[in-house]
C-alpha cells in the first residue's frame, strides 16, 4: 500500500475513532467506558508511530517502512472495532468474530516487529528459530485475547458498560466464539509471518 494512502487512513482515523466515541456515548445512553475507550485510548495507541522515530534504537536500525507497518496495523484494529460499535455488530452475521479475527492478525504482526527489536536490538542477541518465537506469538496473541474477554465481563459486570453487544447470546458462547476467532486470527498472522518475515525485514531495516 503507498504511502500516501496510508498516512490519509492513518490520520481520518484518528477523526474517526473521537466520532465513534461520541456516537458510541449517544447510542449506549451515556455509557462511559467506551466512550473512553474511543475518545482516549484509541487516539493514544494510534498515536505511537509519531513517536517511534524519536526512540534511538529504532531509528538507528528502522527505515519508514517499520513505521508505515505499525501505522497499518494499528488503523485496521481501530476500523475493524469502530465499524463495529457503529451497528456492524447487531447484524446478523457475526462481524464480532472477523473483528477479532482482525485484530489478532495485525496484534501478532505487531508482537513479532517488537520481539525483534528487544531481541535483536536492545538485548544485542540473535534471532530465535522461527518455531519459538511463533510459538510465542500465538501464545501472546491468545492470551492478550482471552485478557479482552475478561475485561470486557467485569466491565459489563461493575461498570455498567455494554461491551457484550449480543444480548440474545448467553455470555459464554460468546466468549468461546470470541476466543475462536482470535485463535485463527492468530494462527492466520502467524500463517503471514512465516510467509513474509524475511521479506518485511528486507524492506524495513535499514542497509539491508
Do not use: C
Request: net charge positive.
Amino acid at each position: 500500500m503507498k504511502s500516501k494512502i496510508i498516512d490519509f487512513f492513518y490520520i481520518l482515523s484518528f477523526f474517526f475513532s473521537f466520532a465513534v466515541g461520541v456516537f458510541y456515548f449517544y447510542l449506549t445512553k451515556n455509557e462511559l467506558v467506551g466512550f473512553f475507550i474511543y475518545t482516549a485510548a484509541g487516539p493514544l495507541l494510534l498515536s505511537i508511530p509519531l513517536f517511534l522515530k524519536k526512540i534511538k534504537v529504532i531509528y538507528e536500525n528502522y527505515n519508514d517502512n517499520l513505521n508505515k507497518l505499525v501505522k497499518l496495523s494499528l488503523f485496521s484494529i481501530v476500523y475493524a472495532h469502530g465499524f463495529g460499535s457503529l451497528g456492524l455488530y447487531d447484524k446478523s452475521f457475526e462481524y464480532d468474530q472477523i473483528a477479532h479475527f482482525i485484530t489478532l492478525v495485525f496484534t501478532t504482526i505487531l508482537l513479532a516487529l517488537l520481539y525483534r527489536i528487544i531481541i535483536v536490538d536492545v538485548l544485542k542477541r540473535k534471532e530465535h528459530k522461527l518455531f519459538i518465537v511463533f510459538s510465542v506469538l500465538f501464545l501472546l496473541g491468545i492470551l492478550g485475547g482471552a485478557l479482552t474477554e475478561i475485561i470486557q465481563f467485569f466491565s459489563d459486570k461493575f461498570f455498567g458498560s455494554n461491551m457484550f453487544f449480543d444480548t440474545d447470546q448467553i455470555i459464554n458462547i460468546d466468549v468461546l466464539t470470541d476466543m475462536r476467532a482470535n485463535l485463527l486470527g492468530s494462527l492466520a498472522g502467524i500463517l503471514f509471518l512465516k510467509l513474509k518475515w524475511s521479506k518485511i525485514k528486507e524492506k524495513i531495516i535499514k542497509n539491508s
